[in-house]
């Protein structure tokens, strides 16, 4: 910049101030060209300005418009709006640019130094005494200054944050809810959230009835998870690899619905529905609904009426049966399901097995359906199902 661009600085300033530091400053703004490249090489030299981030003319136009800036404060001028901005703005623009924030403060804070030694050399020996005395004024410019890039920085990574945020959740419900096989989808999506494409991943999707025993149970069995928000409800997706087998008891002691394994990224989508659908039974704080242990209740979830008229169907038989008779021949098949043995049944119900057996067989002979058999076994286990499901509605 030339000294003329600065002649109403020079006017003002001997108009409104006769402080040494303020004429100091004006004589710094006719000079500010050889003192802006004076600061570029001091900046050089600190970490994280390299020249393949920001290249000598850029960071000479910052450097020009932040002395402009600072010198303006100190010789008293009225800045126009441009240099008023230009802390924020630079603050911002460095922050969209990747640059360390301790290393843009250090920048910011050499400041103070470069300024006084650079208005030191316009001052006669005798004057140093009072120009000494006016530290405040350059200390208090550098100040406001380093505030603003501060501010701007941290206001800016803040927003890009949210684009991040934004950006993950798009491509969230992209991979999770849509159908289409896109494999250019499957790449933007393992680069984004940071996923292998051909990992295996186990997707858990909390309880709305647990949803703060979720949360804690997870932060504290998988610390690095990403908890995900996508249409109300909240879910993380595990790496396989990073699950053992204290993982996995882990995860089938946090309260939410918890998938099968995806191989790969592209069956993302398919195991997230299907954690979110068995996240709907869960029915303890303590234990995850999955598919092996919850399937029956899943189908019910889905072929819900179908279901309940087949049940009603099934059971109709035992409608004639006393009450009591009835109530002991259901837990009997119940508890025998549970366990697979006759043994282990007849000792939680305190009765001899052949008297399980008994009821088991009037029960077959009733219904139709064996329990002992692993067909019918799992029919009569979406019966009762079913028949849970109709009690509870």
Known sequence: MKRHEFAAYDVQMHNQSDSIAARIATRCLADLDDISWRYVHEVRELSGYLDSVIDDEELLRAAQASLEMLFGRIA????????????????????????????????????????????????????????????????????????????????????????????????????????????????????????????????????????????????????DATIDRLDGAEFAIIDTADVDDAGLDALRAIPGGLSPVASGIHELGMMWRAAGELAALVDRFDRAATLDRDWDRLMVGRLDGVLRSHARQVLAPLASVPDRERNLQIEAVQQYLHSGSITRTSEALYCHRNTVLNRLGRFSAATGLDPTLPHDAGTIRLVFAATASGDEG
């Open 76 to 223: 008293g001028a009225d800045l126009d709006a441009r240099l008023i901005a230009h802390s924020d703005r630079l603050g911002r623009r460095r922050a969209r640019q990747g640059i360390p924030l301790d290393s843009l403060l250090r920048a910011v804070r050499m400041d103070f130094r470069f300024l006084w030694n650079a208005m030191r050399t316009y001052i006669a020996e005798e004057e140093m005494p009072a120009f000494s005395d006016e530290v405040v004024t350059i200390w208090d410019a550098v100040e406001v200054h380093t505030i603003n890039v501060h501010a701007g920085y941290m206001a800016e990574l803040a927003e890009m944050n949210r684009e991040l945020e934004l950006a993950r959740a798009f491509l969230l419900r992209r991979l999770l809810q849509e159908d289409a096989h896109d494999p250019r989808l499957y790449a933007q999506a393992a680069e984004t959230l940071a996923l292998d494409p051909d990992a295996g991943f186990i997707v858990t999707v909390g309880s709305t009835r647990f949803a703060a025993e979720f949360r804690a149970a997870l932060r504290t069995s998988f610390p």
